[in-house]
């Protein structure tokens, strides 16, 4: 019987287990993540975020992300932001501004004065082999727009790779988006051959939006971090969002601000907060 000590937090409602690998043994493919994601019989949240010894001098953490199923991703911007609050908090570190390895790529998160978390998510990718997507074949790599069938519905999506896969849809108001039903059959769809994050923009402004995202292995969610990132880079290429200024994302935890000019970094600000601390056998 092994004991485990865990931290859950949340960024937005986007909610989160966090175990420190640093100072204790946890192996994730012996432990029942499925059984702890579960509301009502375990600890409950989206993802797991481990935090591990980075494996190169670098780099100051090793962060991975575990979906409420079981599969391990690449990225996750809610979880970044409560990443870098949990190993401040816990003292693991006494940067401000640290950088982490991912299995997406290295971030550089950084706590501020104010307690929000500013996340330098890095460069966006846009080929169909970067996200991955399977265009239809009369669809050029380089389209900002794609067509993906739902049925005998043509659904179109912009695809973009915040080191982990999304696809966004542009909506006229996402309260009455089709979330359940596009978000479920784009996220398993043949075309996406390792799945994706869907994501449902309304325009308010040239910088303002709304957004509700469907996450791959675990469903529609409070917040999507990266999610967020995505959308207002759909928005700045497809010209309805202005580049290089905060956009105000709000989703149904809350607001975030991103930014984005074109060729740069993308920039995420936003909240993390801690909601208990717990033990577990298992």
Same mark, same amino acid.
């Given at each position: 019987m092994n004991t485990l000590k865990f931290t859950k937090m949340h960024g937005l409602g986007n909610d989160f287990m966090v175990i420190d690998a640093v100072n204790q043994d946890f192996d994730p493919k012996a432990a029942p993540l499925a059984a702890w994601a579960n509301r009502f019989r375990g600890v409950g949240f989206d993802q797991l975020l481990v935090v591990e010894k980075p494996?190169? @001098?670098?780099?100051?953490? /090793?962060?991975?992300?575990?979906?409420?199923? !079981? *599969?391990?991703?690449?990225?996750? !911007?809610?979880?970044? /932001?409560?990443?870098? /609050?949990?190993?401040?908090?816990?003292? $693991?570190?006494?940067?401000?501004?640290?950088?982490?390895?991912? =299995?997406?790529?290295?971030?550089?998160?950084?706590? $501020?004065?104010? !307690? $929000?978390?500013?996340?330098?998510? *890095?460069? %966006? /990718?846009?080929?169909? +082999?970067?996200? %991955?997507?399977? %265009?239809? +074949?009369?669809? =050029?790599?380089?389209? $900002?727009? #794609?067509?993906?069938?739902? !049925?005998?519905? =043509?659904? %179109?999506? +912009?695809?973009?790779?915040? *080191?982990?896969? #999304?696809?966004?849809?542009?909506? @006229?108001?996402v309260q009455t988006a089709p979330v359940e039903r596009l978000g479920e059959a784009i996220e398993s769809h043949k075309q996406f051959p390792e799945r994706v994050n869907v994501g449902f923009m309304q325009i308010i402004d040239r910088q303002a939006i709304r957004l509700r995202v469907y996450e791959r292995g675990a469903g529609e969610t409070q917040a999507c971090g990266t999610g967020a990132c995505a959308a207002v880079v759909a928005g700045v290429r497809l010209g309805l969002l202005d580049a290089g200024v905060p956009v105000k994302v709000t989703l149904p935890g809350g607001d975030l601000f991103i930014s984005w000019q074109p060729e740069e970094d993308v920039m995420m600000t936003g909240p993390a907060e801690t909601v208990f601390e717990g033990e577990l056998r298992y």
């Amino acid at each position: 019987m092994n004991t485990l000590k865990f931290t859950k937090m949340h960024g937005l409602g986007n909610d989160f287990m966090v175990i420190d690998a640093v100072n204790q043994d946890f192996d994730p493919k012996a432990a029942p993540l499925a059984a702890w994601a579960n509301r009502f019989r375990g600890v409950g949240f989206d993802q797991l975020l481990v935090v591990e010894k980075p494996t190169s @001098e670098a780099v100051d953490f /090793r962060y991975r992300i575990f979906n409420a199923d !079981g *599969g391990e991703v690449e990225q996750c !911007g809610n979880g970044a /932001r409560c990443f870098v /609050r949990f190993v401040v908090d816990k003292g $693991l570190t006494d940067k401000k501004e640290i950088v982490v390895e991912t =299995a997406g790529g290295m971030i550089v998160p950084k706590l $501020l004065d104010n !307690g $929000l978390v500013t996340v330098n998510m *890095g460069k %966006p /990718r846009f080929m169909p +082999s970067e996200i %991955p997507f399977v %265009p239809a +074949s009369d669809e =050029a790599d380089d389209a $900002l727009v #794609h067509t993906v069938l739902v !049925g005998l519905e =043509a659904v %179109p999506v +912009s695809c973009v790779n915040m *080191g982990n896969p #999304h696809a966004v849809i542009v909506v @006229e108001d996402v309260q009455t988006a089709p979330v359940e039903r596009l978000g479920e059959a784009i996220e398993s769809h043949k075309q996406f051959p390792e799945r994706v994050n869907v994501g449902f923009m309304q325009i308010i402004d040239r910088q303002a939006i709304r957004l509700r995202v469907y996450e791959r292995g675990a469903g529609e969610t409070q917040a999507c971090g990266t999610g967020a990132c995505a959308a207002v880079v759909a928005g700045v290429r497809l010209g309805l969002l202005d580049a290089g200024v905060p956009v105000k994302v709000t989703l149904p935890g809350g607001d975030l601000f991103i930014s984005w000019q074109p060729e740069e970094d993308v920039m995420m600000t936003g909240p993390a907060e801690t909601v208990f601390e717990g033990e577990l056998r298992y």
